[in-house]
């Protein structure tokens, strides 16, 4: 079993819905989570941090970590085309190399 | 802007040949890192670097030599390359104290082609 699953899509929807991002993980010792966000030719940049379970908002991102069943999400409210990108979750224990998924590619169509 | 620069961003090298990734970062930063990025895989860590110290090789080939020569710049050597190791050559700095070093800026990365 991969320590850390992503569906890597693609994903399209269309602007203004809302957008679930998900990845599940193996590791009980995961502590720290991460989602990151990446545009074509770019390289990845911190969205969202949170520290162990529960929920972190910020504006239009939401970032869930559920550590009982080792899951997080994100979720995209109104989402729009400058949304577009893959998203790649990361994770660790603390003082451990970060862990991350493959990443899902997001199209947000307008 | 990210505050990480990485040049060039794009090479292309022959299985002889020798070049140098090279990555330098304007944050502050006490730890830096290479990473690797394939299709339809997940980022693969090479090497890390706490002031100026190689902490972690994850069990990379010999072809790829890292320098760390200050906190500031970090060099990827690379000589007699495969064509299995085209691909996305991304640097990250962070600082070095959990948790901190969980927050990690990257460059835009160099694309390798190995021909």
């Known amino acids: 079993q991969k320590e850390v699953e992503q569906d890597p899509g693609p994903l399209s929807v269309p602007e203004g819905a809302i957008v679930s991002l998900n990845c599940t993980y193996s590791?009980?010792?995961?502590?720290?989570f991460m989602w990151y966000r990446q545009y074509s030719r770019k390289g990845p940049e911190l969205l969202m941090y949170?520290?162990?379970?529960g929920n972190k908002e910020d504006g239009r991102f939401t970032a869930q970590v559920d550590k009982s069943s080792k899951y997080i999400s994100l979720f995209i409210r109104d989402s729009q085309p400058s949304d577009s990108a893959t998203y790649l979750c990361a994770m660790n224990s603390g003082n451990t190399p970060l862990v991350f998924g493959k990443g899902t590619r997001l199209s947000v169509i307008a | 802007e990210t505050g990480v620069t990485q040049t060039p961003r794009h090479l292309v090298m022959g299985m002889t040949n020798k070049k140098s990734l090279k990555c330098e970062q304007h944050?502050?930063?006490?730890?830096m890192y290479w990473y690797k990025q394939s299709a339809k895989k997940p980022l693969e860590l090479m090497f890390v670097y706490n002031f100026k110290e190689q902490t972690e090789n994850n069990s990379v080939p010999s072809r790829f030599s890292p320098e760390c020569p200050n906190s500031s710049h970090l060099f990827l050597h690379l000589h007699t390359l495969q064509p299995e190791d085209s691909a996305l050559y991304l640097c990250?700095?962070?600082?070095?104290?959990?948790?901190?070093?969980?927050?990690?800026?990257f460059g835009a990365g160099t694309r390798l082609s190995v021909l």
């Open positions: 944050l502050g930063h006490n730890a």
């Open positions: 990250a700095s962070s600082r070095r104290d959990p948790p901190a070093k969980n927050i990690q800026y």
């Open positions: 590791n009980s010792a995961f502590q720290y």
């Open positions: 949170t520290y162990s379970s």
